[in-house]
Structure formats: structure tokens, C-alpha cells
């Protein structure tokens, strides 16, 4: 069963465009939500987190949005420029951001393309 | 400069055979975890360990083991028992202030 869901797995966009990767999530325990990016044969970056208790998290180009009622959550990167392109991977974890049995369960990813 | 280290980089194995794949971290994290990567499967948890000589099965430890004798250390052995050992692990650390795990640079393990 499957707990972080990307429903995309891909996207294509056009550089300085907006890009929006979504996640959905079924476990109501999830109370903690990052994304990471991920090059080929690389292991994973981490990008942004958001805690439950807020609806939205801004890093400079990347800002991530939380709808705990739809269980749903979003990346936003703008403008997204041709070294964006990557695997972004969602993932989540029950119980904050720490605690003894802390770990995160992924998504399958989504494969961005930044267009020139 | 601090980080996680893999090796090796490329493996590959005979059927049959166990491996050994290397993870030490040199951040001073408590926890750290395995996990492995497939084509289209995204990233799924072997085995995680959040104090010396302690760990914890993940969502597929059926044919792997580890240990955890150094906080430094987390070796992952892919036995003769895993059915499917192809693929892209990935070992990862966190500190115990900060959600975020870091993670190596992977190992591509191809069994013959």
C-alpha cells in the first residue's frame, strides 16, 4: 500500500515558467513533509520541509504548500531554470521532525524537465 | 569536508553470493538508514539504526542485515536470500535536531 503518492511521472516546462509537482499522501499520521531532488546516479538532495502545523514554506525559488484536509501537497519552483531538471522525490514521516523511530517514506518520484 | 561515503560505487556479484556495502558518515549523526532505488519504485527503507547497537528492520529487510558496532558505521550484507539484489542503494544519516536525512552518493549493486 502505497503511503506518498506522486501521480506524475513527469513534467515538462518551459524555463522561467512555473513548475508544480504534486504529492498526495494517505497516512493521516504524516505530520512532516519534505522533498528532495535527486540527479542520476547521485544520492538524493534535500530542497524544502514543512511541518503540519503550517500551509506553506518558502525558500527562495522553491516554495511548499500543505493542504492537511486534502492530504495533498505541492512544490512550487519559479522561475524554473534547465538545472532544475531532476527526479524530485516527496516524502513524509509520522511523529515531527525528530523522535527515536523517525523515518521517512517516499514517493516514486517525478522526473522535471526544464526546457531551454 | 563532512559527509557520507559509499563504497563501492559499482558492485557486481554473482548469483548466489553475499555483499557487503560500505556506509560511514563522518557528521556525527545518530540515526542512520538504508534504502533502495528501482526504476519507477522510488526510494524504499531497508534497515534503519538510531543508536549504536540497535537497528531496526524497514519496509523490505527480508535477505539483508546489518550492524551498527560504531556510530560512524553502517555496513548493509545483501545475502543469497534477497530475490531481486539489482538495484541502487543508498545510505543516509540524520542528526537528531533536524528532520532532513542526508544521503550518500549510492551504490550500483548488479548481480549476474
Known amino acids: 500500500d502505497q503511503q506518498v503518492k506522486q501521480n506524475s511521472p513527469s513534467l515538462s516546462v518551459q524555463e522561467g515558467r512555473i513548475s508544480i509537482l504534486n504529492c498526495d499522501y494517505t497516512?493521516?499520521?504524516?505530520?512532516?513533509f519534505l522533498w528532495y531532488k535527486k540527479y542520476p546516479a547521485e544520492g538524493p538532495t534535500f530542497l524544502i520541509s514543512?511541518?503540519?502545523?503550517?500551509d506553506k514554506n518558502e525558500d527562495g525559488r522553491f516554495t511548499v504548500f500543505l493542504n492537511k484536509s486534502a492530504k495533498h501537497l505541492s512544490l512550487h519552483i519559479v522561475p524554473s531554470q534547465p538545472g532544475d531538471s531532476a527526479v524530485y522525490f516527496c516524502?513524509?514521516?509520522?511523529?515531527?521532525?525528530?523522535?527515536?523511530?523517525?523515518?521517512?517514506?517516499f514517493g516514486k518520484g517525478t522526473l522535471l524537465t526544464v526546457n531551454p | 569536508d563532512g559527509g557520507i561515503t559509499q563504497s563501492p560505487k559499482y558492485l557486481f556479484r554473482k548469483e548466489g553470493q553475499n555483499v557487503t556495502l560500505s556506509c560511514e558518515q563522518n557528521?556525527?549523526?545518530?540515526?542512520m538508514y538504508w534504502y533502495r532505488q528501482d526504476p519507477g519504485q522510488g526510494l524504499r527503507l531497508i534497515y534503519y539504526?538510531?543508536?549504536?547497537?540497535?537497528?531496526q528492520k524497514g519496509d523490505i529487510a527480508e535477505g539483508y542485515s546489518v550492524s551498527r558496532e560504531k556510530k560512524e558505521s553502517f555496513p548493509l550484507t545483501v545475502t543469497s536470500a534477497q530475490k531481486n539484489p539489482t538495484a541502487f542503494y543508498l545510505c543516509?544519516?540524520?542528526?537528531?535536531?533536524?528532520?532532513?536525512?542526508?544521503f550518500g552518493e549510492g551504490s550500483r549493486l548488479t548481480v549476474l
Open positions: 539504526s538510531q543508536i549504536v547497537n540497535d537497528f
Open positions: 497516512n493521516s499520521m504524516f505530520d512532516y
Open positions: 516524502a513524509a514521516s509520522a511523529g515531527g521532525s525528530g523522535g527515536s523511530n523517525y523515518k521517512l517514506t
Open positions: 514543512i511541518s503540519s502545523i503550517k
Open positions: 543516509a544519516s540524520r542528526t537528531g535536531n533536524t528532520g532532513e536525512l542526508f
Open positions: 557528521l556525527n549523526h545518530d540515526a
